[in-house]
């Protein structure tokens, strides 16, 4: 029972509230705001800057409201930073229906509206790129709220969350909105250092309960029982299933998708999300709801739904809706069912957001890129698998994944619970499950690294010593230098360790530890000319690779490709790893190999002729040449490889090993043992020794290698910023001296805007999949310059070899003919018919390579003119409709 004393405390407090903006703030909201936001709104009124983590859903963005709603009362201004256009798209719209469109704007590099505003939502790149321009727009700003900021994580993008956080103005409070990490308190300490008194406030309360289940069948399981134990009944119907999938019976136990989706609805458990790690997989259980049958919409739903697709997409170009395959699209979202993933167009992404919001689409078949941040809570999330592709193989999902995924389970204010719902698969089990579901492990690690346009933009800011104690404060540097203090105390337990392993392999005949270190010379000895051997023979196979000519037949020595192919082309351009040509396999399968398929340097065993007509995605063309294959007479050759056994230091070592008085010892082999575990221990010393050396000053050593690399290429000189080093300030991509060198040396200058864009894919475009054909040049203008680009990103690799740095990605060609045929006029249909691209990807790359083009108007260059004609040419049809707003 309250006490009188407690109750007058509690209502003298909420007096004291009330009377602050805090207060007037809260009561715009028909709900009680939970601990963790009032605490979070109360730092930020006292002038505090906050770190707010907290689960999917459970309300962080109130708090960034909250500053907007500070900047508004202060006559200053707020920056709303997200990671997606997406998502600045959705707060735009949210602030301008708020404080209305005059004070409302919005930068995210395709558009530009209102930027001067008193609340500015923006994606994290456009305030990055501010701070480097020193941008008057900077001018007034009190407060920056990092949405999603847990995305500093990200290996590719997550450094520019750091550059902000670092280089932000200091009167600037940053609030910082982040999912649950477990080490949440040691980003909120980094954070507290680099930009003064922060406070780190954790909820892991989910607004709405989320209960987990398994579905095993047609049978829906809880994972859980109700004493936290895994469902015992669960475990047996795995078993069950285990053994009924051995027997051939798998399909009775897996689920299929209509199934899914008939059972949620007859549980009451839609609207649902269904993640599948695969676009295509998407698109396929769309196809699979349709041939079924399922309708989850009613009469008036659909017109509904009708009315919104006319407003979003009316827009478009009618004659790319086929190409589109609009007709099928609609017909779906009609149905209560949709796909959304980055194969689509924007458009369409937005439409499907928008009517899952509204509660008019029931079931939503997702790629992983859904849980991040975009307003769509469902009543239930399922997950068909917990393995996904990462770009290199099929790995389990972490439990941090699994925790953003069914985090979007439940939706506050409508649901009371939400539901998680696991599909059962061979090799899963309760437990593991129930392991992903129940751990909370997800810490935040950074992805921080100098790049040249950070380098050079910070010289040219604050000077080269300025620059380097800066870079020295960012969070990956922060991390480093916390682990030194425990890997130091691991080599004090290996010290430890290692005087008992010397007192073990005492020899009464001599010095154990000097025979101890012959064999480990000679085994060292032994694995250094294996390598070599091996370095010896890449160098051969990439010599012989360039030998190569169309209709050469040669034999694939290694990996699972290996046999008999025909090469269809030897291959454009030379890198490090050599040209890799495209060949046709004796099963008729098209693949571009690389040095990895060769154990030995290519043989040519025969030669066919391949017709010039021959288009290697003809099937019937694939197979009529693969049976000339056949036809040959043909026979694999073993080759003999020279010994490491005639090595003069080999055999002089075993030579001292036999001479050795310890050699003939009778427990010569148990001190050998001993001595090895001593062997060891002292290598993983100097392990840690190295590791402790390489993390200190870690992230300023990179920064001296790309100086010097600068100073080489004479960008910098004497801690200077050159003339020629300016351009390198206004490009930021993977390529950003890639590109300053091609446009000092004028590699573009003769091109039409065509051809412009053409070539400057190369600096955007990443292919997907491996087997990708030698890209298909749309003139040989291009071509050359495609070869000479090729060319100064070998050269510069060798540079930067030099100074211990990484080299950038191979580029790749494999947009440049679509987009010239693109920048030339031709329909969208026309350009898709002739290039393995979906629709989305095709608006995706090109919006990518309007940012790049844009980037190099900023610069007085002869190309500029040129680069914003070809901008002109690409804004058209369908990737001028945005249709964000």
């Known amino acids: 029972m309250t006490s009188p004393a407690e109750k007058y405390a509690a209502a003298k407090k909420r007096s004291q509230v009330e009377s602050t903006l805090f207060g007037r703030f809260r009561k715009r909201y028909d709900f009680e705001l939970d601990d963790f936001q009032a605490d979070s709104c109360i730092s930020l009124e006292q002038g505090r800057a906050v770190l707010v983590a907290a689960p999917t859903g459970a309300g962080k963005t109130i708090v960034g409201e909250f500053a907007a709603f500070l900047a508004m009362e202060h006559g200053m201004k707020c920056f709303y930073t997200t990671p997606i256009k997406a998502l600045s798209n959705q707060k735009f719209a949210e602030f301008a229906e708020t404080y209305g469109n005059e004070n409302v704007g919005l930068l995210t590099g395709d558009l530009s509206i209102n ?17 480097y321009a020193g941008s008057s727009t900077l001018d007034d700003l009190e407060y920056v709220v990092l949405d999603e900021v847990h995305y500093l994580g990200d290996k590719f993008r997550g450094p520019v969350w750091e550059e902000v956080i670092i280089h932000l103005p200091e009167q600037v409070t940053v ?10 308190e040691e980003f909120g300490e980094w954070i507290e250092s680099v930009r003064g008194r922060t406070e780190t406030i954790v909820s892991e309360t989910r607004p709405v309960p989320l209960w987990q289940h398994v579905m095993v069948g047609s049978t829906l399981y809880n994972l859980f029982e109700e004493d936290a134990e895994v469902n015992r009944e669960l475990v047996r119907a795995g078993r069950n299933a285990e053994r009924g999938s051995a027997k051939g019976f798998r399909r009775a136990f897996t689920p299929s998708r209509s199934e899914v989706v008939a059972l949620l609805e007859a549980e009451g458990l839609l609207p649902g999300i269904t993640f599948i790690f695969s676009r295509a997989g998407c698109e396929a259980a769309v196809r699979q709801i349709l041939n079924s049958g399922i309708k989850l919409t009613t009469q008036e739903e659909r017109a509904s739904i009708r009315s919104v697709i006319q407003d979003k997409c009316s827009g478009l170009p009618p004659e790319d809706l086929g190409i589109l395959g609009f007709l099928e699209w609609q017909d779906a979202l009609e149905r209560g069912v949709a796909a959304h993933h980055a194969g689509l167009i924007p458009v369409f992404k937005e439409t499907v957001e928008e009517l899952f919001q509204q509660g008019l689409i029931k079931v939503v078949f997702a790629t992983e890129t859904l849980a991040l941040g975009i307003n769509m809570p469902a009543k239930s999330v399922v997950l068909e698998r917990l393995v996904k592709w990462n770009g290199e193989g099929h790995v389990d999902i972490s439990p941090g994944e699994f925790t953003q995924l069914t985090g979007r389970a439940g939706r506050r204010g409508i649901d009371i619970e939400g539901h998680a719902v696991v599909l059962w698969a061979d090799g899963q089990d309760g437990k593991s499950i129930a392991g992903l579901a129940s751990t909370r492990t997800y810490p935040l690690r950074s992805a921080f690294q100098p790049t040249y346009n950070m380098s050079i933009n910070l010289i040219e800011r604050l000077g080269r010593d300025r620059a380097r104690n800066s870079l020295e404060t960012s969070f990956a540097q922060f991390q480093a230098d916390k682990s030194v203090v425990g890997i130091a105390r691991n080599i004090q337990r290996h010290d430890e360790g290692i005087r008992g392993f010397e007192r073990s392999m005492e020899c009464h005949l001599g010095d154990f530890s000097e025979y101890a270190n012959l064999r480990s010379s000679i085994k060292q000895r032994e694995q250094e000319l294996t390598k070599r051997g091996s370095q010896a023979r890449r160098a051969e196979v990439a010599r012989s690779l360039e030998l190569l000519k169309r209709g050469d037949v040669i034999i694939i020595s290694a990996g699972r490709r290996a046999g008999f192919g025909i090469v269809l082309d030897p291959g454009v351009g030379v890198g490090f790893d050599g040209l890799r040509p495209s060949i046709l396999t004796i099963d008729k399968h098209v693949a571009r190999l690389s040095l990895q398929d060769f154990r030995d340097p290519v043989e040519v065993v025969a030669r066919v002729k391949i017709p010039g007509h021959f288009d290697a995605r003809s099937s019937r063309g694939r197979k009529d040449l693969a049976k000339e294959l056949h036809g040959l007479q043909l026979e694999k050759r073993n080759k003999e490889r020279p010994s490491a056994e005639d090595d003069a230091e080999l055999l002089h070592l075993r030579h001292e090993m036999r001479k050795h008085d310890c050699h003939n010892c009778p427990d010569r082999e148990d001190h050998a043992r001993w001595g090895e575990r001593r062997n060891k221990a002292m290598k993983e010393i100097a392990l840690l020794r190295d590791q402790v050396s ?25 801690g200077v910023v050159t003339d020629k080093g300016l351009a390198l300030r206004k490009i930021y991509s993977d390529f950003d001296l890639l590109t300053v060198v091609c446009l000092e040396k004028g590699l573009w200058d003769d091109l039409d805007s065509a051809e412009l864009a053409a070539v400057a894919s190369l600096f955007t475009y990443e292919g997907r999949g491996e087997d990708r054909l030698s890209p298909k040049m749309p003139s040989g203008r291009v071509r050359d310059v495609v070869v000479s680009v090729v060319r100064e990103w070998a050269n510069l690799g060798d540079v930067e070899a030099r100074h211990s740095l990484p080299h950038a990605r191979e580029i790749d060609a494999g947009f440049a003919h679509p987009i010239y045929r693109w920048a030339l006029g031709n329909s969208l249909e026309g350009v898709l018919r002739e290039c393995d691209i979906s629709a989305g990807d095709f608006v995706r790359n090109t919006n990518q390579l309007i940012d790049f083009l844009g980037q190099i108007t900023s610069l007085d260059l002869p190309v500029s003119r040129n680069a914003k004609e070809a901008i002109g040419r690409l804004r058209r049809g369908v990737v001028a409709n945005l249709a964000l707003l």
């Open 115 to 131: 930027g001067e505003a008193s609340i500015v939502v923006m994606t994290t790149e456009v305030l990055r790129n501010m701070i």
């Open 175 to 184: 609030v910082s909105l982040s999912a649950t990490v477990s080490n949440a």
């Open 694 to 718: 390489t993390r200190t000053h870690v992230i300023a050593r990179k920064f001296d290698r790309i100086c010097r690399v600068l100073e080489e290429l004479e960008y910098l000189h004497d």
